[in-house]
């Protein structure tokens, strides 16, 4: 069965002070690794999809990496807009192509 | 981006009532489109999936004759919650996939049953 354990689950941060945030996955063969932003009462965001370890993307302040094991979400000077959850999927190759989401982690960035 | 519509944003009804949601893909083409439920603080929560044309694959555990779903076309999705009681009132959220990639999401429908 194909896990996905988000950590921390919760992060606060102060404005400018970067950190990364971390997707731990189970998964039989990947296919692909997603991470989304949600913000409270609303869909989730697309942001990044990555295929293979060694493969990094980026938009703004954000980073993504991907390793055979985990991905990493860095943010880099985040500002107070930041705040969101964020949430990490992995979907499998071969079989069903649902993805299996993780329960996500909750930023908060302080002025 | 591509671009994902879920109407109506919020929905009160009464106890017993029908009410239908639909979802919307703007300018994709959806093969496969997702219905998610999330409660407070916790993740999403898949209850099915389904394919244009196709009847739609639900969760263990989702009542297939209360949450009705319907894909009609490439980029019409609809979930109709039957007889809704106090219980079903949650945050509902439709995703749209192209193919075997990324999914889209639409804003979500806040459903409150009293």
């Known amino acids: 069965e194909d896990q996905v354990t988000q950590s921390p689950e919760a992060l606060r941060l102060q404005e400018g002070e970067s950190s990364s945030l971390n997707c731990s996955y189970t998964?039989?063969?990947?296919?692909?690794l997603f991470w989304y932003r949600q913000d409270p009462g609303k869909g989730p965001e697309f942001l990044f999809t990555?295929?293979?370890a060694g493969e990094e993307k980026e938009k703004e302040r954000l980073k993504a990496t991907l390793t055979k094991k985990e991905s990493f979400l860095h943010i880099t000077a985040p500002k107070p807009e930041d705040s969101a959850t964020y949430l990490c999927?992995?979907?499998?190759?071969?079989?069903?192509?649902?993805?299996?989401f993780g329960r996500g982690t909750s930023l908060i960035v302080h002025p | 981006g591509a671009v994902v519509s879920q109407h109506p944003s919020r929905v009160i009804c009464k106890s017993g009532t029908s009410v239908k949601i639909e979802c919307r893909s703007l300018?994709?083409?959806?093969?496969?489109m997702f219905w998610y439920r999330q409660f407070p603080k916790q993740s999403l929560m898949l209850m099915a999936t389904?394919?244009?044309?196709?009847?739609?694959?639900?969760e263990q555990g989702v009542e297939k004759d209360k949450f009705l779903i319907n894909h009609a076309s490439l980029t019409l999705s609809t979930l109709t919650v039957t007889s809704a009681h106090p219980e079903d009132s949650s945050f509902y959220i439709c995703?749209?996939?192209?193919?075997?990639?990324?999914?889209?999401f639409g804003p979500g429908t806040r459903l409150t049953v009293t």
């Open positions: 300018d994709f083409q959806a093969t496969t």
């Open positions: 995703s749209a996939s192209g193919g075997l990639d990324e999914q889209y």
């Open positions: 998964v039989s063969g990947l296919r692909g």
């Open positions: 990555l295929y293979s």
């Open positions: 389904s394919n244009e044309g196709s009847k739609a694959t639900y």
């Open positions: 999927a992995v979907q499998a190759s071969g079989g069903s192509y649902i993805p299996t």
